[in-house]
């Protein structure tokens, strides 16, 4: 009865080669990888809200990055990329969903309800860099524990690609310049 299931890697490799380019297949990688290195660094930082091991507190890990006017523009940059990229996706329908996924799983942030989030227009890149990486925690609750469909992850190679942009900095600007010189 086993071997009527894949038994080796080289079965899973085919398949997977088969449905998802290879492209998708290394950004889907890099963000596993990078996303394993912000979440190793929140941990050995403690950077929780209110000590607890699961919920990341963004302001804390903002706070540290200790932010330019070059980091602005660069925020800017990605907060308009990834406004483009949901909107042609029609994967958060509009700014008001986002605000409430939002202020249900982190309502400590609430007192940024009211700003225009994901806006180039935006006062502060600090409430859209809290914005954005909420958008990055929720890729990743995705790809573990949501439902998973292969064939439409190439559809899903811009994300991705957003992400690691995203973490990439977040990494760089919290010091950990080892993982950017790979």
């Known amino acids: 009865m ?7 890697t080289d079965q899973i490799s085919k398949y997977l080669n ?7 297949k290394i950004q889907i990688a890099n963000f596993a990888i990078l996303w394993n290195c912000f979440e190793k660094l929140c941990d050995d930082r403690k950077l929780y809200v209110n000590n ?7 302001d804390l890990v903002i706070n540290l990055m200790r932010l330019t006017n070059d980091d602005h523009k660069f925020i800017d940059e990605v907060s308009h990329d990834f406004k483009i990229y949901l909107e042609s996706k029609m994967v958060l ?14 309502p400590q942030y609430y007192e940024i309800k009211n700003c225009i989030l994901l806006n180039e227009d935006s006062e ?10 909420y ?19 190439d559809s899903q190679l811009r994300l991705f690609e957003l992400c690691n942009k995203l973490l990439i900095f977040i990494l760089y ?10």
């Open 135 to 153: 958008v990055i925690k929720r890729v990743r609750n995705n790809m573990y524990h949501g439902n998973k469909e292969v064939r439409t992850l």
């Open 93 to 106: 329908y509009d700014i008001i969903n986002i605000k409430e996924y939002f202020y249900m799983s982190y």
């Open 173 to 182: 600007k919290l010091g950990c310049k080892d993982i950017i010189n790979i």
């Open 18 to 24: 088969e449905n998802i380019s290879s492209d998708t």
């Open 124 to 133: 502060s890149r600090k409430d859209d860099l809290k914005v954005l990486m």
């Open 2 to 8: 086993l071997d009527q299931y894949p038994n080796s």
């Open 52 to 58: 607890s091991d699961t919920i990341i507190d963004f």
